[in-house]
């Protein structure tokens, strides 16, 4: 009971740094929130470019409705393949004819089909990486009834390490975000708890528990930091709205981010007063 | 109640603040703790709160020692320790009563009796009447007997009074020291540090003790 009624009288007694503090975390903590912003909606682009990841199987005119069946099964008990669709030569004019309507006078005329059967294997979500895709070619690729497998190497490869790239880029410079962050939640909760050192030292002298001295300060910092993990979510989601509204679609974040996100300002609020109080409990 | 027993002291700069120091202060018993600046009566004092232990020997106060006492059990040697600094170490901005209030709730009053408390510790030192005062708006003196009003709020054994009166006048020296001279009467011990020897002349009943350089050169009343 104490601890809460000090921490509320240490936010009463002294709002305006109650309220910076409250404010750098926020600061703080809403340029991680843009980090992330930026990060998921560039995994969310490149995942659904690799979606697109897929290995065509062209087939030879001559092979046996048998043999395509059993490539079909075996090809579909590979751990990363998701599914393997077979497209006929018709399907396959059909599909020629609705992506490009500008020969379809050309398509019209056609006496014979000069488009191959093939098989379509899409692979499993995190499946979607150069080794794996060569690998699934390789296995298709054995069949004496293949002609041809295609799943543009080079386009993979460049997609893999612009991912790598990334996710190296989002470490980086996601590390450097939060230590900047860190070291601003720490500073500015040190400056709260430095101005109420004389409050420390006398509980020290009067011989009051440290843990008791302790408490306060721990609540009023994740209170500090709830706030600022709060008003961090709040400029988050209006430079969110007004990218939307202004200048292109973008995705929210997930709630578990802004929950993970709050839940860190809480803990790291906490975590920075105790390492500040630690200091001043020493000097008495 | 305080017993040093060959107590040094030696920071890693400064060097040795205290020499194999020796004193035992009794229930009751009322001394000062002089010698110039440097001597060691600050460190003595602070190694008696427990706020430093002891590079060599040991302190005891009232049956703890500094051999046994962690930082976690601190406070229950300062529990029975009251201490008053020349600087007064108040609350700036609250009055004298939420002063008073602060200590006591901290040390685990129960609620309502704090108040009550606050203001009969506020009467004893005789400042009842400036119980709603703003500190920093009462006189150097005034200052000084709230923080004696503090030290007194845990019932304590012994008052500890690092220079109380370097920052007072004579007359408020005086009122400082009668008050001391009443806490002890009712049984209380008192180690006042102070370099102002003419202060100490006046009371002729007191034991001193005097340090030198980090040794104890003199003490009135040997075992």
């Known amino acids: ?284 | 109640m305080i017993k040093l027993t060959n107590v040094s002291k030696e920071y890693p700069k400064r060097g040795f603040a205290l020499r194999e120091v020796s004193l035992h202060l009794k229930k009751g018993q009322f001394a000062f703790l002089t010698g110039h600046s440097g001597s060691g009566k600050t460190t003595t004092m602070r190694l008696v709160h427990m706020a430093e232990r002891p590079t060599t020997g040991e302190v005891r106060v009232t049956g703890y020692s500094s051999d046994t006492v962690t930082e976690r059990n601190v406070w229950r040697v300062r529990r029975r320790i009251g201490y008053v600094f020349q600087d007064f170490r108040l609350l700036p901005g609250r009055t004298a009563l939420e002063n008073m209030a602060f200590v006591l709730e901290v040390t685990g009053t129960a609620r309502k009796a704090i108040v009550p408390a606050a203001q009969r510790l506020l009467a004893q030192v005789g400042l009842g009447a400036k119980a709603g005062a703003l500190v920093n708006e009462l006189s150097g003196g005034e200052q000084q007997r709230v923080a004696i009003a503090r030290a007194l709020a845990n019932d304590p054994y012994i008052l500890l009074a690092d220079e109380p009166t370097g920052n007072l006048d004579d007359r408020a020296t005086r009122g400082v020291l009668d008050l001391f001279w009443d806490i002890n009467a009712k049984g209380m011990a008192v180690l006042m540090a102070t370099h102002d020897l003419e202060l100490i002349k006046r009371y002729p009943h007191a034991r001193v003790f005097e340090l030198d350089q980090g040794r104890l050169v003199y003490d009135s009343a040997p075992e």
């Open chain 1, 1 to 284: 009971m104490h601890a809460i009624r000090e921490a509320a009288a240490g936010f009463k007694r002294s709002p305006v740094l109650t309220g910076l503090s409250s404010a750098m975390v926020g600061l703080a903590l809403y340029v991680v929130g843009l980090f992330g912003l930026a990060t998921y909606n560039l995994q969310l682009a490149l995942t659904s470019v690799e979606e697109r990841v897929e290995v065509a199987v062209y087939l030879r005119d001559d092979a046996r409705q048998s043999e395509i069946d059993l490539a079909l099964t075996e090809l579909a008990e590979i751990p990363e393949v998701r599914s393997v669709s077979f497209v006929s030569k018709r399907d396959a004019l059909d599909r020629a004819r609705a992506d490009l309507p500008e020969f379809g006078e050309l398509f019209a005329d056609l006496e014979v089909n000069p488009l191959p059967q093939s098989l379509e294997i899409e692979l499993r979500p995190g499946e979607r990486n150069p080794d794996v895709v060569e690998r699934v070619s390789e296995a298709a690729a054995a069949y004496p009834f293949v002609e041809d497998v295609r799943y543009g190497r080079e386009w993979v490869d460049k997609l893999f390490a612009l991912r790598r790239i990334g996710a190296a880029t989002a470490g980086v410079l996601g590390s450097a975000f939060a230590m900047v962050a860190a070291l601003i939640i720490g500073t500015a909760l040190r400056i709260a708890v430095f101005a109420r050192r004389d409050e420390i030292y006398v509980m020290r002298l009067v011989g009051a528990k440290a843990s008791f001295i302790r408490r306060p300060f721990l609540l009023e910092g994740a209170m500090a930091g709830l706030l600022g993990g709060l008003l961090a979510w709040g400029l988050t989601y209006a430079t969110y709205r007004g990218v939307y509204s202004f200048l292109f679609e973008v995705a929210w974040l997930p709630s578990g981010w802004i929950g993970l996100g709050v839940l860190v300002g809480v803990v790291f609020g906490a975590f920075s007063s105790a390492l500040a109080i630690r200091r001043h409990l020493g000097e008495v």
